[in-house]
């Protein structure tokens, strides 16, 4: 039995997202690749923090949390809310706490 790869590449191809929104996707997983960006995006899971709160918790510089959460922000996984002079840092969206809980419950299974 033989397969016709040409008509199975025919269907595909009209599926395939753009070369650009795949290295756009290879991108968003990249910051996902670092630990650290791991920690801060877990410990804003449940809710709100400041720099010093998450500083506080991972036991890091409050320097190297804003350099993580400026590359974050930047990629829209992380938005900020103003209270006077404090700035307090969230998920953007449910669609970033559904990629990390999604790969969580990839790892326990």
């Known amino acids: 039995m033989t397969h016709d790869h040409k008509e199975q590449h025919k269907d595909l191809s009209h599926e395939l997202p753009s070369e650009e929104l795949l290295q756009d996707l290879g991108d968003l997983f ?9 920690r801060i995006m877990f410990a804003l899971y ?3 923090m400041s720099v010093s709160s998450i ?3 991972l036991g890091m510089t409050q320097p190297a949390i804003s350099h993580q959460l400026k590359t974050l922000k930047a990629a829209n996984l992380v938005a900020t809310r103003r209270q006077g002079k404090e ?3 969230h998920l953007s969206d449910e669609h970033v706490k559904s990629i990390i809980a999604a790969g969580f419950e990839h790892l326990i299974e």
């Open 87 to 89: 700035i307090y840092y």
């Open 46 to 48: 449940e809710g709100e």
């Open 55 to 57: 500083s506080e918790l």
């Open 30 to 38: 990249k910051i996902f690749g670092d630990t650290t960006r791991i």
